[in-house]
């Protein structure tokens, strides 16, 4: 697909978004800061608020819906219709009546029939409620822990939740989740299908550099509203049991710049750097050299850039490293209902991924009893997988260090970055005779609207991949979900997941290291030999590949 055909609508004036409604030219919108109901022209981006004299009926509503002659909304605990009488351009709303009071504060709303459906966050869960009478006709568990909007495309009911940056296709019968698609910008708040492409509209916060030419520090770190509408194109891949969306053409360069701080020598090295990875949602274009020549080499079936120095010395200049293009997109594995009982594990990987290999501290009795507390309550080998990860983040909070300290210590301590917190999951998955290993290695800047840019990824980052007998490597992600400030909510959105924005380098081994003649390794550390020059430009928006034919 062409780049074009990604275009984004910047609707103006707006501070916030909620829900979209397919219409004529476009889409219809609800801006709740300022209670305009809005009609969004996408062929030639104009916008137009259709109640000027009635906003106040929409200031602050949960969630809105449209049946073509009433104007359904939640505000609280309430549920209001309003009658919608046209005249012109302007649409006129009839003082809105109470239709039904629920339990507790809802948000989204989408009318069917002669049902209404609404999300709740508070009480995690979708009513279908008869609109004669405000029956309660079903409850179902509603996926995400984020403020949800729900709205039916076709004959499905969509929920699209803004802390998960996901939509879900839900079964409007069952409630069941048949599909999760993971969105390339964070906080969706509406989706809809126009004239066959589905629509996402977004609506958030953003930083900026804000400019003061009074103050003593002209350029000053602000925060604005951001709103916008983009294109969502995604594919499910049945044999795979995941879908993809929107991809980039990302180019990714790791150079490292030889700089030593203290004197040193070395002879005939070997400096080995892991090249990107092919995997379900990473694609590798080419790969180049920067700098000097390398060969590759494979650990564990990973492509390694090997560069060969006879000499290393402190009065030395060197540059080397690699360039790649790559074609990124995100995933999301779905979880078949009922899923219970898998293969066992092969004794190869029992071998291999169930053993303490890297200071795992796996027969520490802290470590030992985490790992049996962790998964009282879980049955399935899903269950184990979720309950694992969210009972590290009951008991951690981010904090970034330059070191990473063995997991009975970080455990204990209660504090650790995102290496401390795979290495406790590893410790508590192999316990608990689940193979499991570390992944990573960066993450491009999540600004996907900034093409031909260079950015710049200030750390790196790992997570952790498991083995699903069946289906092969997942990825759980260590510390993104982690909401510490809102330890109630438990997001699962990079559980069995990752954005475009994860670039996997080097999955199960180490991402670099420096090998000697006689295979040791030196006694100094690559920080204090040389300087990572890490970048990512972005080319192009892609469309996922369609899935092959049986």
């Not at 009635?54 to 309003?82: N, P």
């Not at 520090?217 to 604005?224: D, I, S, T, Y």
């Not at 891949?237 to 360069?253: A, F, H, R």
């Amino acid at each position: 697909m062409a780049e074009a055909g990604f275009r984004t609508f910047h609707p103006p004036a707006l501070r916030s978004l909620q829900g979209l409604i397919p219409w004529q030219e476009g889409l219809l919108s609800v801006d709740p800061r300022s209670g305009y109901w809005v009609s969004l022209n996408l062929s030639t981006e104009d916008i137009r608020i259709l109640n000027p004299d009635t906003t106040h009926y929409l200031q602050d509503i949960g969630g809105w819906s449209w049946d073509g002659q009433a104007l359904w909304f939640t505000d609280r605990e309430q549920v209001y219709v309003s009658q919608v009488q046209r005249a012109g351009e302007v649409w006129h709303l009839a003082e809105p009546v109470v239709a039904c009071t629920l339990d507790d504060r809802a948000e989204g709303i989408s009318k069917r029939g002669e049902c209404l459906y609404i999300s709740s966050q508070g009480r995690g869960c979708i009513w279908v409620i008869r609109v004669s009478d405000g029956k309660l006709l079903q409850s179902w568990p509603k996926p995400g822990v984020g403020i949800s909007q729900l709205t039916f495309i076709d004959d499905t009911l969509w929920l699209c939740d803004d802390i998960e940056q996901t939509l879900y296709q839900l079964d409007p019968q069952t409630g069941q989740v048949q599909l999760s698609v993971l969105t390339p910008y964070e906080h969706p708040v509406g989706v809809a299908l126009w004239q066959g492409r589905y629509y996402v509209a977004y609506a958030g916060e953003e930083p900026y550099i804000r400019d003061e030419p009074n103050a003593s520090q002209p350029l000053q770190l602000g925060f604005r509203d951001r709103v916008l509408i983009h294109p969502l194109v995604f594919r499910y891949y049945p044999e795979g049991q995941y879908t993809l969306s929107n991809g980039y053409v990302l180019e990714l360069s790791y150079v490292e710049e030889w700089s030593p701080l203290e004197a040193v020598q070395l002879s005939q090295v070997e400096w080995r750097i892991a090249l990107p990875a092919t995997t379900d949602r990473q694609r590798v274009r080419r790969v180049e050299p920067v700098g000097m020549p390398f060969t590759v080499d494979w650990e564990q079936g990973q492509p390694v850039a090997v560069f060969r120095f006879d000499q290393l010395q402190q009065q030395q200049a060197h540059l080397f490293g690699w360039r790649a293009e790559l074609e990124v997109f995100s995933i999301k594995y779905q979880i078949p209902p009922g899923a219970g009982t898998v293969p066992p594990l092969p004794p190869e990987l029992q071998q291999q991924y169930l053993i303490d290999d890297d200071e795992l501290s796996m027969d520490e009795p802290i470590i030992q009893e985490a790992a049996r507390e962790a998964v009282a309550d879980a049955r399935t080998f899903a269950e184990k997988l979720l309950a694992i990860r969210n009972y590290v983040y009951d008991r951690m909070r981010y904090y970034m260090k330059s070191s990473i300290d063995p997991p009975h210590i970080a455990l204990k301590r209660g504090t650790g970055s995102c290496g401390e917190y795979v290495g406790i999951m590893l410790a508590l998955l192999r316990l608990n005779g689940i193979a499991c290993r570390t992944a990573g290695r960066y993450k491009c800047p999540k600004t996907p609207e900034l093409k031909q840019v260079p950015l710049l990824p200030q750390f790196n980052h790992v997570w952790l991949e498991v083995y699903w007998p069946g289906r092969g490597w997942l990825p759980i992600e260590s510390n993104t979900d982690h909401l510490p400030e809102r330890p109630w909510l438990q997001p699962q959105r990079f559980f069995l997941g990752l954005a475009w924005f994860h670039l996997e380098l080097g999955r199960g081994i180490r991402f670099e290291r420096l090998r000697l003649p006689d295979g040791s390794r030196p006694e100094v550390g690559l920080g204090d030999l040389a300087i990572n020059h890490i970048g990512c430009i972005l080319h192009a928006e892609i469309a996922p590949p369609t899935p092959p034919d049986k």
